[in-house]
């Protein structure tokens, strides 16, 4: 059951200069043209997401959007199936926290008695599995062929062990790959998703997932008048259904979010134009027959403050619940839960350990594990020294209200590591790792790709490896997606060869 969200960098999601001339730092200042980028259940999550230029356009109506949209990803996530524990005996292993003394407990075997997915003392047990080293496969390649500008690279796990790479032109077209990871081929593509040529808003979020009826979703920000978000879906992934509009209540609708629950049974959250108030807030909405034409319900705020709000994300665990995250742009992390399908929804509360600290527009990605514990990601600013830099934070939750203590992503500080996207697999050799990506400004030249890998729920991370790095050129705004078989898809927008930026692959193992 797949999940889509989408966000905009303004929501998603992704892209172009920030702060990059008028900063005092002394050190090299990030290339001009540089843009920010920005996903349960068999239930499959899709951060989907979408960047814009920070110097691009805004199409907001009476409002100034300094941010730009996040590029987002897919995060496709089993429901959660107990995982037998192969350790013999617990050979002393720390009570919650407080060492046994070294002495084995009661040196009993845990006799194959399956975890049942529950979190020792809200720490998920990794389940003495192991994960293969990272890989580089020898598929590396570009996926579009215009040359008049491309952002919102977008990929998900597709039929037949292949993948879905999409991503946005510049003539306002919403345009899907079929990418076979095995042999390299584009298998079918570049196919034209919209069908009112131009109608997709170029710097808006986008997201094309499918579920396990092997059903397509494309959502995209729209240009048409008082369509403001809008989804199409596909039995063949070739030909989309006419559009539909998606946001309702609210006005002007951005970063949209889609969390499919079953075939034609849909979740919605984007922020949105409240009616008669200045601010943006998130909303939530559900359609429970998108097949027949039936349009989505009527749009619920899951805040309604004067602050604006942005950068929406949502997810489903095993057991039904949704979790809704999303950024303030006082620079804070909230997150809201609900027990009962949509229908209400907890009191928000803050994620961040330091206030304010939040960099809106620069990346928010929400993904839950195969044993429900929910993890937040996003871009931070607290330990900026100069101008605009950022670095990668998370934090995660048993139960996606209680929140742990913040962890650093990138293990190297030196400016602009941002645009995070994050998938999680749920193969047998991979169940259950978090893997992310972002782009990354340490080299202090251009932007590159780099990932990090969580076995323990996000608690802790790898060292950072490179997915994508040409000192000379950028790569940027990275999208994640991890397949069943565990074969790591990452897409990017990528200027190597062209200064307009064309949509760059590569698959992996780890």
Known sequence: MPTLTLRRL?????????CFGGCSDTSTDAPAGTSDSGAVGDVV????GSSSDDTGPSHDAGETDTTTTDAGALDAISADVATTDTETVDAGTPDAGTPDSGTPDAGTPDAGTPDAGTPDAGTPDAGGMTYGAFTLQSCKKF????????????ISPARNNQFYVSWVQKSGDLMLNWEAPGSCKTEKGPMQVNKTKGDVYYWGGIAVVSDTA???YAVWESKTKNADISIAWSTSGKDFSAPMEVVSTSTNGQDPALLVVSPGVVHAAWRGHHPTKKQYDPYFATNVDLFKNKPFGKGVPLQDDAAQDDQVAIARDSKGNLYYAWQSHDGDMFAAKST??????TKPVQVNDVKE?????KGT?????????????????????????????????????TWGKDVQVNDNDARYQQDPSMAVGTGAKCKGAIYAVWQDFRHKKSYDVYAARSIDGGLTWSKNEAIAKDLAEDEMNPAIAVDKGCVIGVA????????????GLQFLTW
């Open 340 to 345: 009962d399908g949509g229908k209400t929804w």
């Open 492 to 503: 990017w927008r990528d200027s190597t060869k062209n200064k307009n930026f064309d949509i």
């Open 365 to 401: 990605f929400l993904v839950v594990t195969p044993d429900d514990r929910v993890v937040l990601m996003w871009s931070d600013t607290r330990k900026k020294k100069s101008g605009n830099e950022n670095d990668v934070f998370a934090d995660s939750s048993a139960d996606g209200l």
């Open 45 to 48: 999550l899709f951060d989907a």
């Open 214 to 216: 092997g059903n397509f």
């Open 10 to 18: 303004p929501l998603v999601s992704l892209i172009a200069l920030l």
């Open 357 to 361: 600290k939040a960099n809106v527009g």
């Open 143 to 154: 996926v579009n062929k215009n040359t008049d500008g491309t952002v919102n690279p977008f």
